[in-house]
């Protein structure tokens, strides 16, 4: 079967860049579901959704149509026809997704979708779960992680777009985003048994990158 590597982790982790890099590196196709959970999210914030209420929440969970771009150059999230890859990045959206993807009737559907997507394979797939449920017989499975102080510098770096936002505000709706979605019932973020953990603190990308490729060569 060709190639499917999941690469899942905390927010912060340098998970999107790595994931392309790997994707571009390897010619493979790339899917970041992280969007897909931040399409529904603003599709309900827009449909006037209260995103606290899972029943609310999981009640239209089928109505938004999303459909993902996997070219790793330019991957395109639309809703309903429109683009949303810049909207899905606000901060409104980024503070309420945890919530949404919290809801089991959301993970259904996003996660069928996901594997229609990934489909015969020859995809790099990046999330929260794609090595434990998604894809779970992924031939590589990574999970990306890196120290508190490194994923804060990532986001202040980020941040400089956003000045609305300070740093410490930010590092704490991170850590909040975090423990939402390691502490929930569905799906939460855990390490997969068989994935291969990879701590980022020290590395550069391409490093990231270069371990990734090397654990797919080993597969080939
Ligand atoms: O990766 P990103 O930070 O864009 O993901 C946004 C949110 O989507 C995460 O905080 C998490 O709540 C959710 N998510 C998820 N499962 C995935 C990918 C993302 O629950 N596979």
Redesign the pocket.
């Known amino acids: 079967m060709p190639l499917v590597i999941a690469m899942d982790g905390p927010?912060g982790s340098g998970?999107?860049s790595a994931s392309k890099g790997v994707a571009r590196a390897l010619g493979l196709r790339y899917l970041?579901?992280?969007?897909m959970?931040?399409a529904m999210t603003w599709w309900m914030l827009r449909a006037g959704v209260r995103v606290e209420d899972a029943g609310a929440v999981a009640a239209r969970a089928l109505e938004p149509v999303i459909v993902s771009g996997t070219d790793p150059d330019g991957p395109t999230i639309a809703v309903d026809g429109e683009d949303v890859s810049g909207p899905i990045r606000t901060r409104e959206v980024t503070n309420a997704?945890?919530a949404v993807?919290?809801v089991p009737a959301v993970?259904t559907r996003l996660v069928d979708l996901q594997r229609e997507i990934i489909g015969a394979g020859g995809i790099v797939v990046?999330?929260?779960?794609?090595g434990t449920v998604?894809a779970p017989d992924a031939a590589v499975k990574v999970f990306l992680t890196a120290s508190e102080e490194a994923r804060a510098e990532r986001r202040a770096k980020e941040l400089a777009a956003d000045p609305g936002a300070s740093v410490r505000t930010t590092q704490a709706e991170q850590a909040r985003?975090d423990r939402?979605?390691s502490t929930r019932k569905a799906?939460p973020l855990t390490k997969a048994a068989d994935a291969h953990e990879i701590d980022s603190t020290e590395l550069g990308l391409d490093e990231v990158i270069e371990a990734v490729v090397r654990l797919a060569k080993e597969r080939e």
């Open positions: 927010s998970k999107s970041d579901t992280g969007a959970y931040r997704v945890s993807s919290a993970r990046e999330g929260r779960d794609i998604v985003r939402i979605d799906s």
